[in-house]
């Protein structure tokens, strides 16, 4: 299903209290990328690239792919809590955090409890904020092929959109897919995909190092919220890429590589 | 045996240019309610409680609603609304919630109120049916698909205990709290009214109804399918150490009656014709592929033999033809000589203890179906008794589902007379 062009470890961790599918591969300091609303979706161009200057860590979240939901998680809230202490448990030390859509949310929403944790933090299309201009897409009213294909500027046009959004998904893809969905109905259902009050607590990020991408094609997320995210974290940069979506890590894999690689230096 | 008549009360607009065989297509939650008429909505309203009055007076047991939100197949969006006003404007029939929709309440604590009110105003007539929902309604009340089954069973017992335990209490549960719960409200039959499961396709469902040892009412589902999920009801009831009879299961199909063969099969042709339940086999309209796939709604594993045949695993385009549904006996339509037989052949099928003839919809008008009534309460009703009592089809007001004992006397049947 992922084009692996190098040997990605893929094991289950355990940790805090629980378990999640792990892969890891590269070397340096740690990279944790969290995935978004879909599940993991595979090791990507991006990832490789990243890699190759970073120890990177891709879990599945709880409740995704096959890690286990935990069932007292009701919000994004709870589950940032609990993967802090599964950093923890991990035996992360200050660590580089990267969350696209939906793991962005889930980042932003750790880095503010505990900003010491991290050395720097990457937004990539991030939900949990309201935009004030347009509405966020609703993956809930719409099948899983349908928001993929939404979230692609051009879909014929990207190199790994077969492998995000394959015109023939297999059985067991189709219900990773509803797995995920399912998951991301517990934490985000209402309010849709944002939390009213993220917004007042991103003043805490004012010494982390942020930086938000966005792309400036998005269907999904409108930009407006990204225009938030910068106001709200001090010192922040909103660094928008056109010609991509929503997807800019996978549209344009090697312009977004170079852009986390010269903020994370 | 328990007589029920049901409709889903159509919104029928020819005007409007949707409905009727002519009319354009529709797909679920996708008709703005711009082209709303009230004048339309008020007129049907008010035939349609005219049409239950005159059913209990041919001599229906019960007078069935269902509930459904943000769709013209169904005008029933506050149904209790309805059951009250038939609470108060009949007389004898039990009135057959099937049913509320306990996952998209927020406020349980209202269900608790408006239906002991119901069951005090119709002196004890309310069977208070329950239902998880379908994609439908728990998007057009917001409630998270997700938590459905949870919300469900934490509905419930709260229901049950606010109406059997006095107040006041609290209750701090996963998905519901309350500092003080003291209703000044109580049902009328005790130890409250007699809650029913209707389904389609969950086996969650029907094993919580077996357990709960709650009659379970299958929707307009082919034959087959449901005598299979009436034997897991079956298998269920024994794990649980009692036997399960005629009194524990329902069957909800459609049934017309008319004057001539010919008459009878062109208003059954109705019924596939107007505002109907994409979600339900054999209906028209076309399904709405996302809210078959609402996440987490009901179990993608842990369903039904119906299921197969049922809707909810197509999407677009699912109906039956008219001659298959015909053929397949869920649509049974003809004079009361030609539909009396094939009536008993369901019931020797499934045995069900509680039958609903489904009339009355799609494009049928307000004579269609007086005529239908009328000819039930001259033949067909009478007839279906008599076969009833030669099956030993006991409902469940006769037997206790509960138990398998026969009710002597049932208490909660027993109207006082008003005081006028």
Redesign the interface.
Known sequence: MSQQTVDVKEYKQEVAGSSIQMRTHGSGEPLLILHGELGFPGWMKYHDRLSESYQVYAPSHPGFDNSPGIDWMMQVRDLAGWYLEAIEDIGLDSVNLLGLSFGGWLAAEMAVMDPGLFRKLVLVCPTGIKPEQGEIYDI????APDYLKESFHDPEGTAEYNLICPSEPTPEKL?LW?VA??????LG??PYMYNPNLKHLLHRLKNLNTLVIWGREDRIVPLDAGRIYEDSVPGSILDVIDGCGHRPEIENPKLFSEKVLSFLD | MLIGHFTERPYQDPGSGYFGATGLPIKD?TLSNEIYDPVVGSNLYNRYLDEKIYAEEMGFDALMLNEHHSTPFCMGGAMNVEASILARITKRAKIVLLGNILPIWDDPLWLVEQLAMIDMISKGRLVSGWVRGTGRES?SH?A????NWERFQEAHDFIVKAWTEPGPFRWEGKHYQYRYVNPWVRPYQKPHPQIMLPGVVSRDSVEWAARQRIPYVMLATQLEPTRQSFQIYADTAKEEGYEAGSQNYGYLWKVHVDETEELAEEVARKYVQGPSNPFLAGNEGTAN???M????LTS?SRVLPTMKVATANRGGQLSRSFEEQVEDYTIISGTPKTVIPKIRHVLEYLRPGSIFFWDGDGAMTHDDQMRSLRLMGEEVIPAVREIADELELKSSFEVDPKTGKEIQQPADEIVVPAAD
């Open positions: 809930f009213l719409n099948l219900e509803e969905r399912e998951q991301s109905c517990k259902w209402k | 939650l998007v917001n998270p698909p997700a938590y592929p996302a809210l796939k609402l996440p987490g993608r």
